[in-house]
């Protein structure tokens, strides 16, 4: 069994910036992070996969930065620029190369004034 375990999250003005951790407790083939507003669906925010190749949503492209220290299993979410709309719980996901996926519990991220 995988064990995803985020930190990073918390409140943060409009504007600002945050950075989001997510440890595995192994190799995964990918990782990424998704979100879920309240109401609202998940969405894919940003993946990272072997052999570096990134993905963002629209949403966040050119705000947010993912990237990946592979000697310590953790995948980072860069976050500037943030905006009320950024506000979400936060998911990490990752895949391992048998195609199992696992998530995170989740860190909360409220951009407010």
């Known amino acids: 069994q995988v064990q995803l375990v985020e930190s990073g999250g918390g409140l943060v003005q409009p504007g600002g910036s945050l950075r989001l951790s997510c440890v595995a407790s192994?190799?995964?083939?990918?990782m990424g992070w998704s979100r879920q507003a309240p109401g609202k669906q998940r969405e894919l925010v940003a993946s990272?996969?072997?052999?570096?190749?990134?993905n963002y949503a629209d949403s966040v492209s050119g705000r947010f930065t993912i990237s990946r220290d592979n000697a310590k299993n953790t995948v980072y979410l860069q976050m500037n620029s943030l905006k009320p709309e950024d506000t979400a719980v936060y998911y990490c996901?990752?895949?391992?190369?048998?195609?199992?996926?696992?998530w995170g519990q989740g860190t909360q991220v409220t951009v407010s004034s």
């Open positions: 996901a990752a895949r391992d190369r048998w195609g199992g996926d696992y």
């Open positions: 192994r190799t995964m083939f990918s």
């Open positions: 990272w996969k072997t052999g570096g190749n990134t």
